[in-house]
């Protein structure tokens, strides 16, 4: 299965709250009828729907992310098992991850970036201990990661 991470990647890193109704940004919104709507314009209008939150939409994202990336993990693990007993240096022989090499480190720079924003808005991270497990099995599979070492 194919994904096209980097139009997915792009629009997560737009991904912000705006109103419907008058078009501001806002860091809760009221979602009401596919339509989103913030506090003052769901107060005039007098409209009650369930909250979202600008921290929970950063969070599903992160979640999305680190999905992601445990795909590449668990590929890169598989690659091992096979080349298990093998000599040889995975970065030249494994044509495979290397071909998609590229294409996560784009992915692990977005998270990075996503990791920044949770910090700089004083979020708390979900589930922290995801990106030293994460290290753990890319570095395993002799493989460089910029998530840490
Ligand atoms: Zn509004």
């Known amino acids: 299965m194919q994904f096209d991470w980097r139009r997915e990647v792009n629009e997560a890193a737009a991904v912000k709250l ?3 109704e008058c078009g501001r940004e806002c860091a ?7 339509r989103l709507y913030c506090p003052t314009c769901a107060d ?3 409209i009650s729907g369930s909250t979202v939150s600008y921290e929970t939409l ?4 992160l979640r999305e992310m680190r999905t992601r990336l445990d795909e590449w993990a668990a590929e ?3 690659q091992l098992e096979r080349r298990r ?3 040889g240096d995975p970065l030249r022989d494994d044509d495979f991850a290397v071909a ?3 294409r ?3 992915l692990e720079a977005q998270y990075l970036s996503l990791h920044r924003a949770f910090r700089r808005r004083g979020y708390a991270i979900p589930n922290p201990g995801w990106r030293s497990a994460y290290v753990e099995r890319v570095i395993n599979c002799g493989f460089p990661t910029q998530l840490g070492d």
């Open 76 to 78: 890169l693990e598989r």
């Open 85 to 87: 007993g093998a000599d």
């Open 100 to 102: 998609r090499l590229e």
């Open 44 to 46: 005039q209008l007098g």
């Open 58 to 61: 950063m969070g599903q994202l």
């Open 18 to 20: 705006v109103c419907d």
């Open 28 to 34: 809760s919104a009221t979602y009401f009828a596919r």
């Open 104 to 106: 996560y480190r784009g």
